[in-house]
């Protein structure tokens, strides 16, 4: 029964963390178009997100940023904690659009002396207030739901610049998916980042290690670290440190005690 089989293929992938539709096809003994038409319905139902060969669990990532910004928030402190220390003296960094890099912001130094050029309203807002840190403002289109700019103006505008140092905001980060975006028109602007950056870091929580969304940004294999909280399992965190990807912990989170 296909109400057996969609709850079937939703187990096997809690428990293993991704699905081959050969190996469904196979182990459910039914043809490859009734896989692909599971498949289908459990993406439009937001259950599963569709990638070549097979499925991803869906990112965890709420799509409008004042849920987002409620969504783990001592993990991602922990992370601009450790995101924060590789910015040196005299640095030029890009800080795009998430959560986290608000908090990066937040964290940065009251001594430092940098530049940061950034699409993300709420990391300029904040870095407004740092006497010391030069702030480029990209401009653009301005998507409401991850509050960034964007568009061929911020792209533009981005290839005018070189930095030293790129901390990504991730959505989600697979080994073989790659580093993907709710929003098409995000994936540009990220991409043209990464292109104009000496060294890449992705700030990924754990929850978001091994999940999709539909819009590529482009390989894991660009990253040339992860920095994640200090309870990611190490297992999680294999398939990125053998394709060569530093992998950096933040400190302990620190939780309120009831």
Not at 7 to 32: C, F, N, P, Q, Y
Not at 73 to 85: C, D, F, G, Y
Not at 176 to 192: C, F, N, W
Request: proline share 6%; glycine share 8%; with cysteine.
């Amino acid at each position: 029964m296909k109400e057996e089989r969609l709850t079937w293929i939703l187990d096997r992938l809690s428990r293993e963390g991704r699905v081959l539709a050969t190996d469904l096809t196979s182990e459910l003994k039914v043809s490859e178009d009734t896989i692909r038409r599971d498949l289908r319905e459990l993406a439009a139902m937001r259950r599963i997100q569709r990638v070549h060969g097979g499925a991803l669990p869906p990112s965890p990532v709420a799509l409008k940023y004042s849920v987002r910004a409620r969504q783990s928030v001592p993990e991602k402190k922990s992370i601009a904690l450790a995101a924060a220390q590789m910015v040196r003296n005299g640095m030029t960094v890009f800080l795009d659009g998430g959560t986290t890099n608000v908090h990066v912001a937040e964290s940065l130094p009251a001594g430092l002396r940098a530049t940061v050029i950034t699409n993300s309203i709420p990391v300029a807002a904040v870095l407004s207030e740092h006497e010391f840190v030069e702030v480029v403002v990209i401009g653009g289109r301005l998507l409401r739901a991850s509050r960034v700019t964007l568009g061929p103006e911020a792209v533009d505008a981005i290839r005018s610049y070189r930095a030293d140092l790129f901390l990504l905001g991730t959505c989600s980060v697979d080994i073989d998916a790659g580093i993907t975006v709710p929003h098409l028109e995000e994936a540009p602007v990220k991409r043209a980042m990464i292109a104009q950056a000496s060294r890449i870091v992705g700030l990924v929580t754990g929850e978001k290690l091994g999940t999709a969304m539909p819009c590529v940004v482009g390989p894991a294999g660009e990253l040339d670290a992860i920095v994640t909280e200090a309870s990611t399992p190490a297992v999680r965190l294999e398939p990125y440190a053998r394709a060569g990807i530093e992998i950096i912990h933040g400190p302990e989170p620190k939780r309120r005690r009831n």
